[in-house]
C-alpha cells in the first residue's frame, strides 16, 4: 500500500487494524435491531413495569428510557396505543409475565418478535438511593422462551470513592445507571457479531449454601428444562417469594444445563391448576406441573428473610431454602439452606460489603447455579437469539 | 519428722481414695434414647412432621424444620420426603396435631406415604438470652423418631446450643447468630442418632 509515493510500515498496518476491527465490530453492534439484508427491524413490546418494590416508584420514566434506548439502537417498539389496545382487548392485567396465548396473540395480530418484561423490586429515594430490577426478553414463539435475563441492584453509596465523590445521591441519576446497565447487556446479548463466550464471575465462597445435598441426577449432553415456582414467603418483605423466583431465573438462565420456563407459563399452569402452595409442593402437584410444562426440574423453597436497610447503615440480609425435584425419579434432587449478610466475609474498610439485598441474593442464588449446573456462560443466549431474525419467526 | 512426713503422705493417698469414690458414685446422664431392639439400617426414608413451637417467634419451627431437612439429606444416608407431601399425607391420614401423632396416626401415615419413620419434635427455645448486661441467643430442641410399623419412639434426644458463656461475661459481645447456633444444634442431634 503506498501513500503519496511512500509506503506504509506493515507493523504499523497490522496495528491499526487489531485497532479498528473492534470498532468496526462495535459500531455493527449498536445496530443490533437491524439485519444485515436489510430485513426489517426487530419489532419488540416492552410491557409496563411490574412493580414488586412496595413503593410508589417513576415506573413510566422507566419503561420511557427503556423505549428511548432500544429505539436508539434500531429495535422497532410497539406503538402504546397499540399495545394498551391490545392489553384491553386480552383483558391482560398481569405484567410480570406472558403465557403461551398471549405471546401467540402478540405474534399474529401486533407482529411482535419479542417481549420486554421488567420488574422493579426495589425503589428507595432515601440518601444514598437504592434500586433493583430485573428484565428479560421473551420470544413469542408458540412456546415462549426466555432469550436473555439479567437483573441489577445498586446503592448510591456502592462506590464512594476518595472524599465520597463517587456517590449517587439523585435517585434519578441511579436510576438511568442501572437501565443503562441493562440495556449493555441486552445490546451485547442481542448482537449477532459478538460470538465471544462472556464467562460470568464465579460467585465467591462466603455466598454458599450452608447446608446442601445434591443427588446424581445429571445425565451426560442433555438439558433440562427447569420451571420455577413462586418461594413460600415467611418474611417481612411482601413479594420475597417472587423476587427469589426471578433471582433464580435469572441465575438458571446462564447455564447450558438448563432451560428455563417463563415464570409467566408458569404461573398460568397454577392457577390454571388451581395449585396452592400452603407447606409447599406435594408429589401430585409436581406431577399435574411437571406435565402441563414439559419440565425435568421444579425449583421451589421458603423465604425467611429478604431485608433491605434504608439508609446508608445496616447491612442487607437473605435467608432462604430450595428443594428441587425431578420428573424421573419423582425425588428431591437438591436441598439447600442460604443465609448471609450484606457484611459477610468483610474485613477491612467495608471492602466487598454488598448493599442491597438484590446483590446479595443474586451472588447466593449463582452459587446455588454453580454448584448444581457448573460454571454459567451467556453464551447460550447469543446462540438463541441469533435465530431471532425475521425469517425464523 | 520422719513420721510427720509419712503421715502427710498417707493423708495425700486418703483425699485420692476420696476423690475417686465419690466419681465412682457419679451416674452418666443423658439426653438420649436408644432403641436396643431397633435396627436403624432399614430405614431409609423419613418424613420429618411440622415441629412444635413453644417459643414467642412463630417461624421458629418453620425454620428449624427446614434446617434438619436438609442437614439429613445432607448425610446421603437418608431420604427425606418434600414438606408438601407430608403436608399432604397429614391431611390424608386426618392426622390432628401433627407435631404430636399418636401411634395409630403414624401408622395410617407410614402406610400413605410409604416412609419408615417420623420424625417429630419440639422447639423449646429459640431466641436471645440475658444475663445481666451480657446477652447471647440459644436455642434448644428436643426430636424423637416413631416407626411406622409399630408406632413405637425408637429414638429421643435433645440438644441446646448457645447462651450466655464465661467469654461472653468477661468480654462481652453477642454471640453466633442464630441460624449458625440452629445449625449446630441440628448437627448435634443428627451425631446423636447416628452414633
Sequence with gaps: MALHGREWPRPFLIG???LFLPMIALAKEENFGVSEKGKSPLRVAIYPVENLSSSHAPLNDIRRILKEQLSGRGVEVLGEAALETFMARHRIRYAGGIDQATAMALRNE???????????????????????????????????????????????????????????????????????????????????????????????????????????????????????LPFLNRSNRKYAGEILALHFMRAFQRFDLFETVEPGMVRHQLLGLRVILEEGLSLAHADALFAA????????????????????????????????????????????????????????FDWGRLKCAHALASQMVQSIGEKIGGKGTSAKAIKIVRGLSKDSL | ????????????????FAFLSLAACATTRSDTYVDPNMDFGIIKTVAVMPLGNLTRDN?????????????????????????????????????????????????????????????????????????????????????????????????????????????????????????????????????????
Design chain 1, 293 to 348: 410444562l414439559d419440565a425435568d426440574l421444579l425449583v421451589h423453597g421458603r423465604v425467611m428473610a429478604y431485608e433491605d436497610v434504608q439508609g446508608g447503615g445496616g447491612n442487607p440480609r437473605v435467608d432462604f431454602s430450595t428443594l428441587l425435584i425431578e420428573r424421573k425419579s419423582r425425588k428431591t434432587v437438591w436441598a439447600s439452606t442460604s443465609h448471609n449478610a450484606g457484611d459477610d466475609g468483610v474485613l477491612l
Design chain 2, 1 to 16: 519428722m520422719k513420721g510427720k512426713k509419712s503421715f502427710i503422705s498417707y493423708g495425700r493417698v486418703f483425699i485420692l
Design chain 1, 16 to 18: 491499526m487494524l487489531v
Design chain 1, 110 to 228: 401486533l407482529r411482535v418478535d419479542a417481549l420486554l418484561l421488567t420488574t422493579l423490586e426495589l425503589y428507595d429515594e432515601v440518601r444514598p438511593p437504592k434500586i433493583a430490577l430485573f428484565a428479560r426478553l421473551i420470544t413469542t414463539d408458540p412456546s415462549p422462551s426466555i432469550v436473555w435475563a439479567e437483573g441489577i441492584g445498586l446503592s448510591g453509596d456502592d462506590a464512594p470513592g476518595l472524599l465520597g465523590l463517587g456517590l449517587i445521591e439523585d435517585p434519578g441519576a441511579l436510576m438511568k445507571k442501572a437501565l443503562n446497565f441493562l440495556i449493555g447487556s441486552l445490546t451485547r446479548a442481542l448482537s449477532a457479531h459478538t460470538a465471544t463466550e462472556r464467562r460470568e464471575r464465579s460467585s465467591r465462597a462466603r455466598f454458599a449454601p450452608t447446608i446442601a445435598y445434591k443427588a446424581p441426577f445429571v445425565e451426560a449432553d442433555r438439558t433440562y428444562k427447569i420451571a420455577i
Design chain 2, 59 to 195: 417461624l421458629v419451627s418453620e425454620r428449624v424444620r427446614d434446617v434438619l431437612i436438609h442437614s439429613l439429606l445432607a448425610t446421603g444416608a437418608i431420604y427425606v420426603l418434600p414438606p408438601g407431601e407430608v403436608a399432604k399425607a397429614v391431611v390424608r391420614a386426618e392426622i390432628q396435631n401433627p407435631a404430636a401423632p399418636s401411634s395409630a396416626e403414624v401408622v395410617k401415615f407410614g402406610e400413605i406415604t410409604k416412609v419408615q419413620a417420623v420424625i417429630t419434635g419440639v422447639v423449646r427455645e429459640y431466641g436471645e438470652v440475658r444475663s445481666g448486661a451480657t446477652f447471647a441467643p440459644v436455642v434448644s430442641i428436643g426430636l424423637q423418631m416413631i416407626e411406622t410399623e409399630t408406632g413405637k419412639t425408637v429414638w429421643t434426644a435433645s440438644s441446646t446450643r448457645g447462651g450466655v458463656t464465661v467469654w461472653h461475661r468477661l468480654f462481652g459481645g453477642g454471640g453466633e447468630p442464630m441460624n449458625v447456633i440452629t445449625e449446630k444444634a441440628v448437627n448435634d442431634l443428627i451425631n446423636k442418632l447416628f452414633k
